[in-house]
DNA sequence: CGCTGCTTTGAAGCCCTTCAAACCAGGTGG
DNA sequence: CCACCTGGTTTGAAGGGCTTCAAAGCAGCG
């Protein structure tokens, strides 16, 4: 059922049978829940994290003038909120981008694992810093990229993470998404990124029609967003 | 000597005598480093993290063009690669702006920590997850907010985190660095930011001259930035 | 006293936004 | 089975915020 945030955890660590279990046992109950509805709200105290077994999520807060920008997208084994338990609130909502499932974790139970799990509680603590490092490249996309480099950094990237839990391969993947939810993830409008993905698509680079992003020419799309998958630490843990 | 950090924690945590003496304990060599001096370079495996006990330092990322953005600025007491711990070598580089002395934390003293202190892992892994939450609000100003409100946003953070660590009040702070060095952490260029300084003068609203800056007008600087602290989470972390 | 690095100002241009409307696909009901 | 509606996509035209390029002003220092 949460295979996915396995397979995400061994790519870079090794599990132990033990912690195996005693992530499975952390888990609690699963939800189902359309698309585009918030399920955490910014500021309210929380008892128990989630991970995402399928769908895609999206952290967000709203401005003061109705705009919403989009600070990272959660895919398949993700945990979207797992620094709640260290933050007790958060800072940002999440709401799912497409149909989703989560399974809730609770606190307790996370924090039974950082008295007797050192080596899973610094995996855990690991998987935040991994979301920190994806909110500084972000950074950089906001700050200095251009809006054609911008989209197709973050077409690179989705490519890259959801490759790594199997639903992405070199050709393209699903992302189920409209475009101005994709426009909210650049700090552009809707009317440019469309413009921007005409750009791309008459680049021979890629194409987001239908749900669905197919790959014309990764590394031609890599290369005009700057692409270095490094800050995704997809490397094994024990020899970085 | 780590006085600041002491203090920051106490800020959202009780330490035991206990916590303080393994923090204490794990602090290692200390080194003064001059301004303008990157001492973490990106992809390079590192086996400490350190404190920094004063001075200022930027997290940044050098760009193939030559630009650079800065994804974070440190104050005394801030753990500025914590996350260097879990993560191995950093995606990022980090340099000081103003002269600075840095505290050597060997990991593996943190990994004992992890081993016998539940309690103050979570202290250390929320300090981590509270950079993370600052990065998602640069993400905010970077993506949505205009040149004035950038800058008054990060005047505000910077007033905020300092007034913590006993360097700041309501009329101002010390910030010897430059108008291009502000600029790298906006997203905008050096000309912009200084005509941008010029109307949060003319506005009364603060000054920035000399290394310093001057407050005019606290709530009116945090109107214009749509200054909400909360993402700073200055609240204790039991009654949050 | 002139060098150096930073700040400030001006003018022109461009990338992206704003406003507006047409287009298009999918779903619903007559 | 087509008319209609709705939400999303696409295109056009005008405008604005920020950049770029250029140069002057200014303070600190050898």
Redesign the interface.
């Known amino acids: 059922m949460i295979e996915a945030a396995l397979a995400k955890i061994r790519l870079r660590d090794d599990l132990s049978a033990e912690e195996e279990t005693a992530i499975l046992g952390a888990i609690g109950e699963v939800v189902s829940l359309p698309a585009r509805h918030t399920f955490v709200h910014?500021?309210v105290?929380l008892s128990y994290s989630t991970v995402l077994i399928d769908g895609m999520l999206a952290?967000y807060?709203d401005?003061?003038d109705g705009?919403r920008?989009i600070?990272?997208v959660h895919v398949s084994g993700d945990f979207p909120d797992l620094?709640s338990?260290?933050?007790?609130?958060l800072?940002?909502s999440l709401m799912t981008l497409t149909p989703s499932r989560i399974a809730k974790v609770p606190h307790a139970r996370l924090?039974e694992i950082?008295?007797k799990m050192?080596r899973l509680?610094?995996i855990l603590?690991?998987a935040?810093?991994?979301?920190?490092?994806i909110?500084?490249?972000?950074?950089?996309s906001?700050?200095?990229r251009t809006a054609i480099q911008r989209a197709a950094h973050l077409l690179c990237e989705l490519q890259a993470r959801l490759q790594v839990v199997g639903q992405a391969d070199a050709s393209g993947f699903a992302l189920p998404i409209t475009q101005a939810e994709f426009s909210e993830c650049?700090?552009l409008t809707p009317v440019h990124v469309n413009r921007v993905l005409r750009d791309l698509r008459e680049a021979g680079l890629c194409e987001f029609r239908g749900g669905r992003v197919s790959i014309g020419d990764l590394a031609g799309l890599r290369a005009t967003a700057?692409f270095d998958p490094?800050?995704l630490?997809l490397g094994r843990?024990d020899e970085?």
């Open positions: 910014r500021g105290r952290r807060k401005m003061a705009q920008q600070t990272h620094h338990f260290t933050l007790k609130y800072d940002h924090e950082t008295k050192p509680t610094r603590w690991f935040t810093n991994l979301d920190a490092s909110h500084r490249e972000w950074e950089i906001l700050g200095r650049l700090g700057e490094a800050y630490y843990r970085a």
